[in-house]
T-cell receptor
Framework: EAQVTQNPRYLITVTGKKLTVTCSQN?????MSWYRQDPGLGLRQIYY???????DKGDVPEGYKVSRKEKRNFPLILESPSPNQTSLYFC??????????????FGPGTRLTVL | SQQGEEDPQALSIQEGENATMNCSYK?????LQWYRQNSGRGLVHLIL?????REKHSGRLRVTLDTSKKSSSLLITASRAADTASYFC???????????FGSGTRLLVRP
């Protein structure tokens, strides 16, 4: 089944404790992206990746890191989480090419609480 | 920065009625997409319309794009209770590879 998976789905942690949220897609998509969703603010893009070893900042990259060592995986790293990073996080992938945008496939979300 | 802004923020209609949601954006775009989200779940893609297209249909959905007004509308005809969800528009920004989402319209379809 074609899908985007995220782990963990729920996480409660404490300020300053490094964490990684994994994202994996099995559709051979070039484009992958991380978003956070907060009430009243819609989705805001954190980082995106056009292909392996190619990543770039979205609108709200502060406090986050990403890597794209393999095409299928795009982990989101919070080196020192803070309470303002409490949010619902979504990973997405897309068969994007330079010429055309295509639909994005979203993972189920990771609900993160930082105490 | 918010590129797309949906209007209205919330909409409540009776089953069988049509629902119209609007999206405005600020910069030039290559494409505009509409997504649906059921409460707390991942987004599901509905329609993508490119900047050289004016109208697109998919089942009960109709999307229009007016690049001169920098706006788009999503029409859901003959709505059903199962259409209850939040609807988001998303655009690329200044032909970049970022995708910018609006804050969404919450649609409630009453049985």
């Amino acid at each position: 089944e074609a899908q985007v998976t995220q782990n963990p789905r729920y996480l409660i942690t404490v300020t300053g404790k490094k964490l990684t949220v994994t994202c994996s897609q099995n559709m051979n998509h070039e484009y992958m992206s991380w978003y956070r969703q907060d009430p009243g603010l819609g989705l805001r893009q954190i980082y995106y990746s056009m292909n392996v070893e190619v990543t770039d900042k979205g609108d709200v990259p502060e406090g986050y890191k990403v890597s794209r060592k393999e095409k299928r995986n795009f982990p989101l790293i919070l080196e020192s989480p803070s309470p303002n990073q409490t949010s619902l996080y979504f990973c997405a992938s897309s068969p994007f090419t330079v010429q055309h945008w295509n639909e994005q496939f979203f993972g189920p979300g990771t609900r993160l609480t930082v105490l | 920065s918010q590129q797309g802004e949906e209007d209205p923020q919330a909409l409540s209609i009776q089953e069988g009625e049509n629902a119209t949601m609007n999206c405005s954006y600020k910069t030039s775009i290559n494409n505009l997409q509409w997504y649906r989200q059921n409460s707390g779940r991942g987004l599901v893609h509905l329609i993508l319309i490119r900047s050289n297209e004016r109208e697109k249909h998919s089942g009960r959905l109709r999307v229009t794009l007016d690049t001169s007004k920098k706006s788009s509308s999503l029409l859901i005809t003959a709505s059903r209770a199962a259409d209850t969800a939040s609807y988001f528009c998303a655009t690329d920004q200044d032909s970049s590879y970022k995708l910018i989402f609006g804050s969404g319209t919450r649609l409630l379809v009453r049985p």
